[in-house]
């Protein structure tokens, strides 16, 4: 009996710990701070638009580089929120700061790469 309880007792103990990796951060937010980060994700995308008609000619690099700024979008949700300054995580600000910023220099990086080493030239206009 007492090895079908330890037992037990180190499932539920894994399904919290579980649980508790996968929340993301913006959900432990209170207030404006939950939406914040989201809304800065879904102003990125025009600027983001612009970075990939404006650097990527080929379908592989507009590939590579919406995929890197979705990614850099989608890990943030996970970084723990001491990962960043005070200053940056707790004020609504640095929340749709956090959400615009990063996808947007990841993108322009590696736009900014494939130009130097690859054949992805800017257009002329």
């Known amino acids: 009996m007492t090895s079908h309880l330890h037992r037990r007792h180190w499932f539920e103990s894994f399904s919290t710990l579980t649980v508790g990796l996968l ?14 980060l989201p809304i800065g994700q879904l102003l990125a995308i025009p600027a983001l638009i612009f970075i990939i008609r404006r650097y990527a000619k080929s379908r592989w690099v507009t590939a590579l580089v919406a995929t890197s700024a979705v ?18 995580r707790h004020t609504g600000t ?11 220099v990841i993108a322009y990086v590696v736009a900014s790469i494939n130009r130097l ?9």
């Not at 929340?23 to 914040?36: F, K, N, Q, S, T």
């Not at 990614?71 to 940056?88: D, E, H, K, N």
């Open 23 to 36: 929340i993301c951060r913006p959900a432990l937010a209170h207030g404006e701070e939950v939406l914040l």
């Open 71 to 88: 990614a850099t979008g989608a890990a943030l949700w996970f970084v723990p929120g001491s990962f960043f300054p005070s200053w940056l």
């Open 94 to 104: 640095g929340n749709f700061l956090l959400g615009v910023l990063p996808p947007l």
């Open 117 to 125: 080493f690859g054949q992805g030239r800017p257009h002329d206009a």
